[in-house]
């Protein structure tokens, strides 16, 4: 970061939600970069940034749309790289049509069901129809697509596309190749469209377009961050690829001072989608298997690898997983075990599960570090839920909202809901914190950085590993201790490699034999790279990615070597996953021929003489081969790649610009209009994402589309001073004295127009709730004009909840679940609301006063927009 | 009992022995506003908590320094985008200043000369430190200085103010707040090098084009001395509350005796006067 | 709401942090300005008692010299009910500091007490003697007995005399430096004018008190002339600086105009100009001005009720500087104007 030339921080308020990280930023800025920042707030990231621009929440794609039609109208890009490194060249089915050609959505599109089928995506030839099919499209067995968005998230899916067997025109002229494809299909973001969307003026749109030109190419690299604010919508990842197609049309991907930045959250919450609590993952990106379709190994291998790249060894990487979790146990005789692993049958995100509690089939609940009565969309879905189980267990440090939903809730307070009318059986369990145990944290750069327990955990409180280990310990004991042989249902359990050695007075397991387990044995010891990993059974390894943090049998995260005694990469700080890389794709930070683009942004580049590449980074391939290398008949995985193919986990070994699979809501980003929005969209027939995923129950109204009675849009975001749900920040008094109170953020024009006074109190109403809070009226919220009319934004800071010393109603009572279709991620980052002066009503008024105007909002079925506006509504 | 010299003067502040005098130089061009400074004091000092006060001022709900507040930073919001060009102005010029204030060390502190019982005393750092054990909560400091930073605690009754983190300093540590500070906006060192560290900062901010930018308390002979603990603002210092032209009270103390020994003096003549008047009759 | 601050050139209505005042106000209580009071009244009083010994009033001398260990007494309880605890007066006793006017004053003062211990001590054993063995009845008669004659006693009396009235004028006037000693706009400002308005409040209560204390006498030669005259000097010299110092004050006097300083500020100068009013026609009265025919109970009321009011105006005054001073702490005007115009005079305001 602190080598970028350009900065554009967008969908992330990166100042007060990653201050440790922004260092980085200033740094950049202090040697000269030029610092955007696009919100729809003005934030302590705009600031201290060059420029600010107001964004209309949820109009993202919009405005990199415009920048990449600007690039590419202008031909701005960076054409020798373009067309050596992105599959721009690729020549695109003849079956495919855009949403040009069909008002808003893609060629494959099944109203019914609301899903793609992608067969028309494909590339020309190469493509293998049925393996494509296998793999992506809905199979009669289930909803399979929908849970498999996330698949190989460490680098996209590669499948039946290998390098090979692609056909591409250099000279970029084919009408169907994809960099004119991708012209046509962003030829309408005009700056004036940009403008109409977004509310973001040409001048302000010319200013950020033409400083990322001029700070790509050769000499010089543009970094865009991100973070929730991009992904918190129901095209929350086609936010992101539009960004990542922006930046490879700009070359900036693989190179120093470049890239498209997540900002991941919660301390570690890199490491769990690593090392996932995702339903449909296992570690390292392998998918979970699905019933049906993956019965033995071998199926799963053939629907799941790759013939080219690096997942081209995913027999090698699953072989030792099933080998790590059940050791000797796992045989070739017994397909390793593989009949252990659950199948899962479409889409068991959280979603389901809360509608499984309402709806009566989820009868159990662990909530371990989580906080979902205040911290999830539509909070009251939530502890609908909490309300309908047989049990709950809930592992936290303090008695948080979740926990206590059954005695303190606004269902409670508001007389709906009786404490002795509910059933659940809550275990609250004392969570040890992070300063009370040894373990590793990952962080938003891969990084790998360990943290030594500091005292003893308190009373009753243990660590999450001291639990689902002695939990596992307890459980066994049970089961070999009944009489008879063992069931064979529970063959998975007892077989488990269960063994780690537990220390100090509490009977603490070692978290570093669990780090070892992860990283891998072999028949030497500890394995050091995931290319030592064999599918014979003679390695295991919890997850590939992972494979070399335990390198030579030392923790290799919990390396600190200061900067000073290193180089700028500092490569001996942490470990990075994988292989200790710090620049993903960074063969790109080379020309074709091997040379560093530029000597002011070399990284890695081909030596002649040592025969290998050399520079500040490992290498993502092979160091040795060789940039006019060309891959021999019949050759697999990492070897089937040229040596001029960056995108190693690719099969064609490209960027791709356009994604012919992978995604289920589209090969190329697309505008639409949040779920719910204030204006129709301007750019198609159809409004919002057809494959939005929604639940049109009563428990989780919508409120519809440009209505009168919510004319204001909200987003909801964090404040630095508390974390997420509030139970690490809530309780504590150092923090909830610097922000004591739930508030809103609103323009002086909102104030004047609905009588909102500074540091009084005003109501915000959606159709599932209502909550109060004290209001901030600021001119760091600007009003907009989009599509002809002024929009206001109301700002809800996301952190409050009733229990806690800084105590308020949960601006996450106001959304409702309408989620991605990719990762079901819901929107939070943008709703329709009315916001009323004062407090709102206690008791059954609140409901009262909600219901009335959801049916006010509720259209006559005749005039139901939302049907002629396309699927969903 | 000791006689004790006030304790000022540039001499007085300068450290002592080969110890150099340490201090902060506090750049708020880059200070994000996230409070981390407020925060690991009070962790590291064991402050009281401030209570839970919504004051509708920007994103401050802290209010000011005081006996339980050390650091304290304050939030400007600017639509206009202040005077002398908009450093980070985006839509309609907008600008937000964020400036984490504390204690400034003075070379002539008031509070420290004022002192009747030495509780303030000037460190070997050169900084100004209250003695817990020492202090009466006279409260007389408190007014004293020119920039209300020392403040009493309730229920306490005596006074409370950033120490520099002397535990620390003395420890070879760096003070919490500067520890905890992610963008350097607080810098510790010593004193010499941060005014010349600070002047070029300014130097690269005017070419920057941020006109605005200037030092606060780094001219050894302002009103005070020159300060300990220095800033570079981007307004004028009233913006942030801090005084424009802080004067060490004690600087007039001369005059103020003289004005004292001329009343006293008044007031032997009355006395006498009145004892012995010309037309004075026979007493008994 | 948290519009900006809008910097700009300077002027008249400065620029400010949302309002908050930029000093902390004294977080003194009313025992501060309570003891500013007693403290000038025991000057006085010892004054008052010195120029009765040396003038061979030795009824007063003795009274006053009472008058002004009671004054001192109530001093003395006083800052110790603003420290919280006794023990904490003593850490003052830790060091002598020159920069400190409270260092010096709390020296002062501890001379100033000794003294004046002292002083009444030897002035009721000079007395007792003749009148009675037991102290109780000693005290009991105070004031009562008959005047010293010669011996030990009387000398230390005498000599007492001397030392408390040779430290009462720096009693007296140094609290004007321990108020102007602070970045107070109000206080500091005033650091020319505060010792004079001090120093007069001390004469005009000391002396209101001796009136007082001297008693009631008809005739020319009546036992409070000397007290009256100091009271009334002394109540011209305290509303004369005061005024000064309020004119002199400019902008930063606008607190003795504004809120409880308001009140206090022209309640103590009506009743100072009364009370010296009243004295100065009791003297009258006493001088036999309004002929032989007025009664001595006439002028004594006068003496009475006059010595009250200038008591109340004296110690009102007090309260009136204290408060005016937090007021022009806690309003950042007082601070940013003035240091404005300092930096840029010709922004001063026409
Ligand atoms: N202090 C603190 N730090 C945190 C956390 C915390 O709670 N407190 N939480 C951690 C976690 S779990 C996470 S996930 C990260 C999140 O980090 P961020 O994503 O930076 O956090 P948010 O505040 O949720 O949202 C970022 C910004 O997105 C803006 N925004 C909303 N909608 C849109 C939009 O449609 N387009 C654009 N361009 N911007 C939009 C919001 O105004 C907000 O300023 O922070 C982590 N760090
Ligand atoms: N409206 C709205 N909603 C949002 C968001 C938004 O921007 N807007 N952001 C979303 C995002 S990105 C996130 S990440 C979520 C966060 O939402 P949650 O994860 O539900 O909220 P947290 O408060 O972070 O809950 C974590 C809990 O874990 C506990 N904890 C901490 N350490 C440990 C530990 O070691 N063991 C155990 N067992 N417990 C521990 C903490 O005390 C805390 O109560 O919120 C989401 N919800
Ligand atoms: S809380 Fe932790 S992860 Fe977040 S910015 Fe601070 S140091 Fe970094
Ligand atoms: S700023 Fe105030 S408290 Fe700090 S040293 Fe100066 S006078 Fe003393
Ligand atoms: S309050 Fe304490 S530190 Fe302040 S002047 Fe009095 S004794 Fe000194
Ligand atoms: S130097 Fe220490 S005491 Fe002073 S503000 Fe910083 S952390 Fe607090
Ligand atoms: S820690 Fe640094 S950046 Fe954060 S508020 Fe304090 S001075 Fe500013
Ligand atoms: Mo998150």
């Known amino acids: 970061m602190a080598n970028a030339d350009c900065i554009v921080i967008e969908g992330s308020n990166m100042a007060e939600c990653h201050p440790v990280g922004f260092q980085w930023v200033m740094e950049a800025k202090r040697r000269g970069a030029k610092v955007f920042h696009v919100d729809p707030r003005f934030t302590r990231t705009s600031a201290v940034a060059d420029s600010w621009l107001a964004i209309r929440a949820g109009s993202d794609i919009a405005f990199l749309g415009g920048l990449i039609n600007y690039v590419l109208t202008n031909e701005r890009d960076f054409r020798d790289y373009v067309v050596a490194y992105t599959n721009a060249s690729t020549i695109v089915g003849e079956d495919f049509a855009d949403t040009e050609d069909l008002g808003g959505v893609f060629s494959g599109f099944d109203p019914e069901t609301r899903s793609y089928d992608q067969a028309s995506w494909q590339y020309e030839g190469g493509v293998a129809p049925a393996a494509a099919g296998k793999r992506e499209q809905p199979t009669s067995k289930g909803d399979h697509s929908a849970s498999r968005g996330e698949q190989h998230g460490s680098g996209g899916a590669g499948i039946g596309i290998a390098h090979a067997d692609v056909k591409r025109d250099p000279t970029l002229s084919d009408p169907r190749c994809v960099y004119q494809v991708l012209k046509r299909h962003f030829s309408r973001y005009t700056p004036e469209m940009v403008e109409e969307v977004c509310g973001i003026t040409p001048a302000q749109f010319h200013e950020v377009a033409e400083a990322i030109c001029a700070n790509s190419g050769r000499e010089r690299t543009t970094a865009f961050i991100y973070s929730v604010g991009w992904t918190h919508h129901t095209v929350g990842v086609q936010y992101i690829r539009t960004a990542s197609i922006l930046q490879l049309l700009l070359g900036n991907i693989g190179r120093p001072g470049g890239g498209v930045l997540a900002l991941r959250g919660h301390a570690s919450i890199q490491g769990s989608t690593d090392i996932p609590t995702l339903y449909n993952l296992l570690p390292g990106y392998l998918p979970m298997p699905h019933a049906g379709v993956d019965d033995d190994l071998a199926d799963y291998i053939d629907n799941n690898s790759a013939d080219a790249g690096f997942w081209g060894h995913m027999d090698a990487y699953t072989v030792s997983l099933l080998r790590a979790w059940w050791g000797d146990a796992a045989t070739a005789g017994n397909d390793w075990c593989w009949d252990y692993l659950p199948r899962i049958t479409g889409d068991h995100s959280t979603y389901q599960s809360v509608l499984g509690m309402i709806d009566g089939w989820c009868k159990g609940y662990f909530v371990v570090g989580e906080n979902p009565a205040t911290g999830t969309a539509n909070g009251r879905l939530q502890r609908a839920g909490l309300v309908n189980l047989d049990w709950l267990v809930v592992r936290d440090m303090t008695e948080i909202e979740t926990a206590a939903f059954w005695h303190d809730s606004p269902e409670i307070e508001s007389g709906e809901i009786r404490s002795a009318d509910i059933g659940t059986e809550v275990f609250f369990l004392p969570a040890a914190a992070h300063t009370e145990k040894n373990g590793s944290f990952t962080n938003t750069a891969r990084m790998l950085q360990w943290h030594h327990k500091a005292v003893e955990p308190g009373g009753d409180a243990r660590s999450d590993l001291w639990f689902y280990f002695h939990l596992g310990r307890i459980i066994r004991g049970k089961l070999s201790a009944a009489p008879g042989a063992p069931a064979d249902r529970d063959r998975p359990l007892l077989d488990l490699t269960w063994d780690y050695p537990t220390e100090g007075p509490l009977n603490e397991p070692s978290a570093e034999a669990v780090l070892a387990e992860i990283n891998g044995f072999g028949p030497d010891g500890p394995l050091s790279s995931y290319t030592a990993m064999r599918a014979d059974g003679s390695t295991s390894g919890g997850c590939w990615i992972y494979t070399g943090v335990y390198a030579d049998g030392v923790n290799q995260a919990a390396r600190r070597k200061p900067t000073w005694e290193q180089t700028w990469v500092a490569p001996e700080w942490g470990w990075a996953w994988p292989a200790n890389r710090r620049i993903l794709y960074n063969r790109a930070s080379a020309d074709p021929d091997g040379r560093p683009w530029s000597e002011r942004k070399r990284y890695l580049w081909w030596d002649e003489g040592e025969g290998k590449w050399v520079g500040e980074d490992v290498a993502d391939f092979k160091a040795t081969m060789r940039p006019d290398y060309q891959p021999p008949d019949g050759a697999t995985a990492e070897d089937a790649l040229p040596g001029t193919a960056p995108f190693v986990m690719q099969a064609d070994g490209m960027g791709w610009l356009y994604a012919p699979n992978g995604l289920v809501d589209g090969p190329m980003p697309t505008h639409y209009e949040p779920h719910e929005s204030p204006v129709a969209n301007p750019l198609y027939a159809q409004q919002a994402s057809p494959t939005r995923q929604i639940f049109e129950r009563k428990d989780n109204p919508s409120n519809p589309p440009t209505s009168p009675e919510y004319p204001y849009v909200f987003t909801t975001y964090r404040l630095t001073e508390h974390h997420t749900a509030g139970g690490m920040s809530r309780t504590l008094e150092y923090l909830s004295e610097l922000q004591p109170e739930f508030f809103i953020e609103v323009s002086p024009d909102l104030a004047a127009e609905r009588g909102l006074v500074n540091a009084g109190w005003a109501t915000v109403v959606t159709a599932r709730s209502a909550v109060e809070a004290r209001v901030l009226v600021t001119e760091r919220m600007q009003p907009l004009r989009v599509g002809g009319r002024v929009v206001h934004q109301v700002g809800v800071p996301y952190h409050w909840g009733w229990r806690g010393l800084s105590v308020g109603d949960a601006g996450n009572d106001l959304l409702v679940a309408a989620l991605d279709a990719n990762v079901h991620i819901p929107e939070a980052k943008v709703g329709t609301c009315d916001v009323v002066a004062g407090r709102r009503p206690r008791g059954p008024g609140l409901r009262g006063m909600v219901e009335a105007k959801a049916a006010r909002a509720r259209p006559a079925p005749e005039a139901d927009s939302t049907g002629e506006r396309g699927a969903g509504g | ?284 | 709401m948290p519009r900006a601050e809008r910097s700009m050139v300077p002027d008249a209505t400065p620029t400010s942090y949302y309002g908050h005042p930029i000093l902390k106000a004294p977080v003194w209580k009313w025992p501060i300005p309570t003891y500013l009071f007693t403290g000038g009244l025991a000057a006085g009083t010892a004054l008052v008692g010195a120029g009765a010994h040396a003038g061979g009033n030795r009824l007063l001398a003795r009274r006053a010299s009472l008058g002004t260990l009671g004054a001192v007494a109530v001093s003395g309880g006083l800052l110790v009910k603003d420290l919280g605890r006794p023990s904490r007066f003593h850490h003052m006793l830790r060091v002598v500091k020159p920069t400190s006017p409270m260092s010096v004053g709390t020296w002062i003062f501890s001379a100033f007490s000794a003294a004046a211990g002292a002083t009444a001590g030897a002035e009721l054993l000079a007395g007792r003697g003749k009148r009675s063995r037991r102290g109780a009845r000693a005290l009991g008669g105070a004031g009562l007995g008959r005047p010293a004659g010669r011996g030990l006693w009387p000398a230390l009396a005498g000599a007492g005399h001397l030392a408390t009235a040779g430290l009462a004028p720096a009693l007296a006037t140094y609290t004007g430096v321990l108020l102007a000693d602070t970045a107070v706009p109000a206080w500091h400002g005033a650091r020319h004018e505060l010792p004079f308005v001090f120093a007069g409040g001390a004469a005009a209560s000391g002396g209101a008190l001796g009136v007082l204390l001297a008693g009631g006498g008809p005739g020319p030669s009546e036992r409070g002339a000397r007290p009256r005259r100091l009271a009334v000097a002394g109540s011209i010299l305290e509303v004369g600086a005061g005024q000064v110092m309020r004119r002199r004050l400019g902008e930063l006097g606008e607190p003795y105009h504004q809120g409880v300083a308001a009140i206090l500020s022209r309640g103590s100068h009506v009743a100072t100009l009364v009370g010296g009013a009243a004295l100065a026609g009791a003297g009258a009265f006493g001088a036999g001005v309004f002929g032989a025919g007025t009664t001595g109970r006439g002028a004594r009321r006068l003496d009475v009720a006059g010595s009250a009011f200038i008591l109340a105006g004296a110690a009102l005054e007090r309260f009136a500087v204290f408060h005016a001073g937090r007021q022009s702490a806690s309003d950042p005007k007082y601070v940013v104007g003035p240091q404005r115009r300092r930096l840029v005079p010709s922004a001063a305001p026409a």
């Not at chain 2, 304790?7 to 506003?33: H, L, N």
């Not at chain 2, 209010?63 to 919001?77: K, Q, S």
């Not at chain 2, 937000?96 to 005393?121: Q, Y």
């Not at chain 2, 540590?173 to 510790?188: L, N, R, Y």
């Open chain 2, 1 to 284: 009992m000791t006689l004790l010299a006030g304790g000022s003067g540039g001499g007085g502040a300068g450290g002592y022995g080969s110890q150099e005098r340490m201090g902060f130089f506090t750049d708020t061009s880059v200070c994000i506003g996230c409070k981390a400074c407020e925060v690991a004091c009070k962790e590291w000092n064991d402050v009281p908590a401030d209570g839970l006060n919504f004051l509708g001022t920007s994103y401050d709900n802290t209010g000011a320094l005081g006996a339980d507040t050390w650091r304290h930073v304050a939030f400007i919001e600017q639509p206009d985008g202040g005077a002398g060009g908009a450093e980070g102005a985006g839509v309609g010029g907008m600008r937000w200043l964020m400036s984490s204030d504390v204690c400034k060390h003075c070379t002539s502190a008031a509070c420290l000369e004022v002192c009747p019982t030495g509780a303030l005393f000037r460190t070997e750092f050169g900084t100004v430190v209250v003695q817990e054990d020492i202090c009466n909560g006279c409260g007389y400091c408190v007014p004293a200085c020119p920039f209300g930073v020392i403040d009493q605690r309730e229920g306490d009754g005596r006074v409370w103010k950033c120490t520099l983190c002397y535990d620390r300093l003395r420890g070879a540590q760096k003070p919490a707040c500067a520890q905890a500070c992610p963008t350097e906006s607080i810098v510790f060192g010593p004193l010499d090098q941060l005014r010349e560290q600070a002047r070029g900062r300014v130097e690269d901010l005017h070419t920057a084009g941020c006109d605005s930018a200037r030092l606060y308390g780094a001219d050894p002979a302002d009103g005070v001395g020159g300060f300990g603990a220095f800033f570079l603002l981007l307004d004028e210092p009233e913006t942030y509350g801090l005084p424009p032209d802080p004067v060490s009270t004690t600087r007039d103390l001369g005059a103020m005796w003289k004005a004292a020994a001329a009343a006293a003096g008044s007031l032997v003549a009355m006395a006498a006067l009145a004892a012995f008047p010309g037309r004075r009759r026979r007493g008994r």
